[in-house]
């Protein structure tokens, strides 16, 4: 026996298709925007990131330690950065400041910096805004109550964030800061492994991430601190490496400085300066020529090319200085 099925009535076909055209339609414009836009640039442009490092000319760094559980590796440490003169930031949970407020003490009175990394440890994208704002509040006024001070940083627990998460964190006040480095010393793999993480291509600018309670932790640190000292780094706290104003954040996490309207282009910062915006003023129809012609001309002592000015100017929303009075521009910078 054959069984038939009733074919659909009319106006629940048409009503269906309209529908399914009209989600079509939505989605194709969430994700692909304008049509002269490409759906990768519109997705890029909707991801509010972090700092992961930063654009640092002399030769900075940063160690940080997630604090959660343990405590019986923190005095270690910090006598180990006592020993190699070396600041670090403590990204602190609000029950590990229960547990051990004496520590909590003890890093803020050797000078180190203490951040926040929420109250309960839990995942910040899983969670309310409202539970966001009180997970960091939790955690700031016990930190208040023990140093005095309230945290201007944020680590979310896990690495673990989204764009509200960080929009949430920095309406609060705080920057949030994740890693370049990572030691992976949580999966105990043994010192040398640990060693090899934290001090391989190492930047100016990096941020290194440890953990304060694992023993392999202590025990690599002393190479850790001696290798990269010897390549002539200086460990400063995550407070003092970033920028607070004035900076963009590109793709990669790494923050970087912006050119602003007092900034004057001298024949010292030139080359920094118009590298800062190479593709920028690439994009605006200068050529690799006209932009090194343009640095050797202020080296020389004459004004940047005034169209390469008005590109910069615009670039940072202010007008960019030269560095001299004189008024001439070289036929050879004329676009």
């Not at 442009?45 to 654009?55: D, N, W």
């Not at 003890?106 to 704002?133: F, V």
């Not at 945290?151 to 920057?175: H, I, K, M, Q, W």
Request: net charge negative.
């Amino acid at each position: 026996m054959t069984h038939s099925t009733a074919p659909a009535h009319p106006k629940k076909a048409a009503y269906t298709s309209a529908a399914l055209c009209l989600l079509l339609s939505v989605l194709t414009f969430c994700y692909a925007g304008p049509l002269h836009q490409d759906a990768t640039t519109v997705l890029a442009a909707k991801r509010i990131l972090p700092v992961y490092s930063v654009e640092r000319d002399d030769r900075v760094i940063s160690i940080s330690f997630d604090a959660s559980w343990g405590g019986d590796q923190t005095m270690r440490i910090l006598d180990l950065l006592d020993e190699y003169n070396a600041k670090a930031t403590f990204f602190l949970v609000g029950i590990w400041v229960d547990k051990y407020p004496e520590l909590v003490k003890e890093i803020h009175d050797r000078g180190h910096e203490i951040g926040n990394h929420s109250s309960k440890h839990p995942h910040m994208t899983k969670i309310s805004e409202s539970r966001m704002r009180q997970e960091l509040s939790d955690m700031a006024e016990k930190l208040e109550a023990i140093t005095g001070e309230k945290p201007t940083l944020f680590r979310p627990p896990y690495g673990d964030y989204n764009n509200t998460v960080v929009s949430v964190a920095r309406s609060e006040g705080y920057e949030v800061v994740q890693w370049s480095i990572d030691s992976l010393d949580w999966k105990n793999k043994g010192a040398a492994d640990l060693i090899r993480r934290a001090t391989t291509n190492v930047a100016p600018g990096d941020i290194v991430l440890f953990h304060n309670d694992l023993e392999n932790t202590t025990q690599a640190l002393p190479q850790v601190l001696e290798l990269l000292s010897g390549e002539g780094y200086e460990f400063v706290p995550v407070g003092e490496l970033i920028y607070t104003d004035d900076y963009t954040i590109d793709a990669n996490g790494m923050q970087i400085p912006t050119v602003q309207s007092s900034t004057v282009i001298t024949p010292d910062n030139a080359d920094e300066v118009l590298a800062q915006y190479s593709d920028d003023l690439k994009a605006a129809g200068f050529t690799n020529e006209q932009l090194t012609a343009a640095v050797q001309a202020v080296k020389d002592g004459a004004e940047i090319p005034e169209q390469v000015a008005e590109v910069l100017a615009g670039l940072s929303a202010n007008a960019v200085e030269s560095a001299t009075d004189t008024t001439s521009t070289p036929a050879e910078y004329e676009k």
